[in-house]
């Protein structure tokens, strides 16, 4: 059995040293392949070298930075299962970069940082870490900026009862094992658009040979007119920890991220969201 390898861009800000945090601390429980990999982004330098003027060899700066990175990670998760630590520099346009490496080193996840509310809100296809979301063929996970590794205490998954969702929900069992984590697998009906409890139960039964686990719920929601504000509203009353969804085309998460639904939820400012593709 192949190594699990998991890709985290990092631009040095905060926000995506969390992303690193999440990353170690998942990839002890993966025994994973750790690759931490940046893409000098001369605006991102600019920002963060404008208090030093003398630091004008920039590359030479992002190496030094990378490399104490690596040895941080390596002292605090090697001892704790991580398989290996490496770091890369890639020169090129960041999220296609980022992309290109993730397919050529087949990698299992991505995992990077988002500016939360910012990044999904003000232009979903826009920018960096939604780019890398909406056409990664690997599956990603968004850690929010501020947001600290926590133990997860429960995953809500979403589903649009998707064939997929068998293969998918696998991939979250194997996770929240590793935490002794419950998993909330949850459907938002709509006023137009209910799907009837005998058609939930039909679904959830063709399901459930694929879990295998015990601490698992089945959830079926009403909201309004529209689910994603209804998913919303359900992870912040059971305090889910992680919100999972499948990214698959015309699928739930596809519409949520393509319509003005994502100006209207806050969620993302807070919680990680983990979006799987390859399935």
């Not at 459907?187 to 698992?216: C, N, S, W």
Request: proline share 3%; net charge neutral; charged share 30%.
């Amino acid at each position: 059995m192949s190594t699990f390898k998991i890709l985290c861009p990092t631009d040095f800000s905060e926000c995506s040293l969390n992303a690193i945090e999440y990353a170690a601390k998942l990839g002890e429980k993966y025994q994973a392949e750790l690759i931490l990999f940046h893409v000098p982004n001369t605006d991102d330098y600019q920002k963060l070298l404008s208090r030093d003027p003398k630091m004008y060899d920039l590359l030479n700066f992002a190496e030094k930075k990378i490399e104490s990175l690596v040895k941080e990670v390596e002292k605090e998760s090697i001892p704790k299962g991580l398989a290996a630590v490496t770091s890369e520099i890639k020169e090129g346009k960041t999220s296609s970069t980022i992309l290109e490496y993730a397919d050529e080193h087949k990698v299992d996840m991505i995992i990077m940082g988002t500016e939360g509310i910012n990044d999904f809100k003000s232009n979903y296809i826009g920018t960096r870490t939604s780019k890398v979301v909406a056409k990664s063929d690997h599956d990603v996970f968004v850690v929010p900026r501020k947001v600290f590794f926590k133990k997860p205490r429960k995953f809500v998954y979403a589903t649009d009862y998707m064939e997929e969702d068998k293969i998918a929900i696998q991939k979250v069992v194997e996770l929240a094992s590793f935490y002794d984590s419950e998993i909330d697998i949850v459907h938002v009906g709509t006023k137009k658009k209910q799907i009837d409890k005998a058609l939930h139960q039909t679904m959830m039964a063709e399901l459930e040979p694929f879990i295998r686990y015990e601490k698992v719920n089945y959830v079926l929601k009403s909201y309004r007119d529209e689910p994603g504000l209804g998913l919303e509203n359900y992870l912040i009353t059971a305090k889910g920890d992680v919100l999972v969804t499948l990214s698959k085309k015309k699928s739930w998460f596809d519409q949520l991220f393509t319509d003005n639904l994502s100006k209207k939820m806050s969620y993302f400012i807070n919680k990680p969201l983990w979006v799987i593709k390859s399935v």
